[in-house]
Structure formats: structure tokens, C-alpha cells
């Protein structure tokens, strides 16, 4: 299956990369132990896990929403010719993202709506392709929505720590040529995209993540960007990433909505599980369970 329907909004997956990440378990989850992957190394390995290396497994991955007659796309990815001295295996990319997108049925000029649920490196790439020697708009028609909060964290302006970071230059090259171009809409606390779409604050991971909630007709989904980096969240939803920037307020986060999502049968939409795409969770005592996973192909 290389789509689903939920309601009147059709979803595709478009993946940029997947494979490995490059970081064993200890470093991506550092407050996680050996025994709690043991624990859950059925369900891990192989999608999430390699069995062999200990190393976890990832996707890069847009979701193309069409609703209401609109295109829409939450995430953007790492991107091609960025310089990123400090994620080198990002840097300098060519890769044919554009050409999955096209065989989505996605042209750059038709796309309506951008979504960068938070503003990392590895969300906002594709918001800007090189024309020369400059950053330009790849959607030239698209409205970018972007979380005030994180807009103002990682601009390099107001935060200095980014230099020498996997951020650095993300903002240069990525985030500020399309507000430049005053494609821009910067919001705060929740954003109504259409009936059936709406953007909420989802803060922890960094300042301003958010996610996007579906509700049409019957159907719930969760699009839930970095809430979850591995299904191991699931089972152990206290455990971070080592990316999170508020701990505390990531896993309260993360359990709001795990709970919210168990509470309405919605189907929960990562921005980087590999394998199955999206899967529904069940409450399990204090923590959550896998009910079932709803695997889209990658295009």
C-alpha cells in the first residue's frame, strides 16, 4: 500500500533515505538501558534495529496530504548540496527526492502547503534547492508553516550555540530564503490548516515541535514528527532522544499524545520510522503497546 485514506484526506509517504543512523541504542536513547532493548528486540529487529551492527535504523520521509483540494507536505527532509560540517553524512547530497515526489504525481509549483513540524536539519531541507550560487524556494507556491517558537530558537541571531552543532547553517540556507521570499506564515500554540487539519504545539523535543492532528469523518491520525524516533518509545515512552532539548517536557509530550492517540483509535504518523510507516498503540499499565502497524511503500 503506497497511500491510505482517512476521511477526505488521501496520505502518501515519500522517503527521501532510510538505513542506518549511525548511533547504537546507548548514544540515541542515553538514559535507555540493554536489558529494556532486549526486552523489546523482537518488534525492534530488523526494521528498527540491525541485529548484526546494534545500530538503529531510520527514514528520512515526507507525508503528502492531499485534502480539501490542497497539496500538502509535513517535512522536507535533509536536502541536496547542503553544507553540514557537523552531519557529514548529510553534506553535499544528491539525492532524487523531487523524483519520488514526482512519481507521487507531485510537481514543486503545485504543492499549496509546507508544514516543517520543527526546524532540524533533517525537517526543513527540501524547503530550499541551489539556483546557482543561491537558496531559493524548491515549492514557489506553497505557504511554508513553521512554529514561531522554533524559528526564533535556531536563528543563529538570537542563538549562538548552534554554531559548531548539526543546525549550523540550517537556518541560512533552509529557513530564512523562504521567509525572505515572504512564504512564511510563523505561528504559535495551534493553527487551523482546513477542517480537517490542524497544527498543534507539541514543545520538548525543541522549543516550538509541534504535530499535526487529522480528524475526518470517523477517522483520526497523528502526525507526530519527532515525538517518536524508534517504536522502543512506545513501550518506554520516558526514554528521549539525544536530541530532545527539554527532557522533561519531551516525555510528558510524548505521553499526552500516545495517550491521545490509544483514547481515539487514531493511527500515529513519525516522521522517521523505518519499515512500517505508522502504526496504532493501546494503553498498557503506565506505559503503551503496539495494537498494529499500517506499513505504506516508500516511494
Known amino acids: 500500500m503506497s497511500d491510505i485514506t482517512f476521511g477526505d484526506v488521501e496520505v502518501t509517504r515519500v522517503e527521501e533515505m ?25 518488534v525492534l529487529v530488523p526494521e528498527f534495529l540491525n541485529a548484526d551492527t546494534d545500530i538503529c535504523e531510520v527514514a528520512v520521509q515526507t507525508w503528502v496530504l492531499r485534502s480539501e ?24 547530497l544528491e539525492l532524487d527526492f523531487l523524483g519520488n515526489l514526482a512519481r507521487a504525481g507531485i510537481r514543486p509549483a503545485e504543492v499549496d502547503i509546507v508544514v516543517n513540524t520543527h526546524l532540524h536539519v533533517d525537517h526543513v531541507g527540501w ?5 546557482g550560487q543561491s537558496w531559493v524556494p524548491t515549492f514557489p507556491n506553497a505557504t511554508y508553516l513553521m512554529p514561531k517558537a522554533d524559528f526564533e530558537f535556531w536563528n543563529p541571531a538570537n542563538n549562538p550555540k548552534i554554531a559548531g552543532g548539526v543546525n549550523q547553517n540550517v537556518f541560512e540556507d533552509s529557513v530564512a530564503p523562504v521567509y525572505a521570499a515572504g512564504q512564511v506564515t510563523l505561528w504559535e500554540s495551534s493553527h487551523t ?20 492532528m487529522l480528524a475526518s469523518g470517523s477517522d483520526r491520525a497523528v502526525f507526530a514528527g ?13 526514554h528521549n532522544s539525544c536530541f530532545c532539548e527539554d527532557a522533561d517536557a519531551a516525555r ?17 504518523l513519525p516522521a522517521h520510522f523505518a519499515g512500517h510507516g505508522a502504526l496504532e498503540v493501546a494503553r498498557d499499565a503506565d506505559s503503551f ?6 506499513s505504506l511503500d516508500r516511494l
Open 193 to 212: 490548516i482546513d477542517s480537517n487539519l490542524r497544527l498543534q504545539s507539541a514543545p520538548g523535543h525543541t522549543p516550538g515541535s509541534s504535530i499535526v
Open 69 to 92: 483540494g490542497r497539496t500538502i507536505l509535513i517535512d522536507t527532509g535533509v536536502g541536496n548540496h547542503k553544507e553540514r560540517p557537523y552531519a557529514p553524512s548529510w553534506g553535499h
Open 289 to 294: 503497546d503496539i495494537k498494529r502497524w499500517a
Open 127 to 131: 524547503n530550499t534547492r541551489l539556483e
Open 226 to 238: 519527532d515525538l517518536l524516533h524508534s517504536p522502543f518509545q512506545v513501550m518506554r515512552p520516558d
Open 18 to 42: 532510510h538505513g542506518p543512523v549511525g548511533m547504537t541504542p546507548d548514544v540515541f536513547f542515553p538514559d535507555s538501558t540493554k536489558e529494556e532493548w532486549d526486552e523489546h528486540r523482537s
Open 252 to 268: 510528558a509530550t510524548r505521553r499526552e499524545i500516545l495517550g491521545w492517540a490509544a483514547d481515539n483509535n487514531a493511527l500515529v
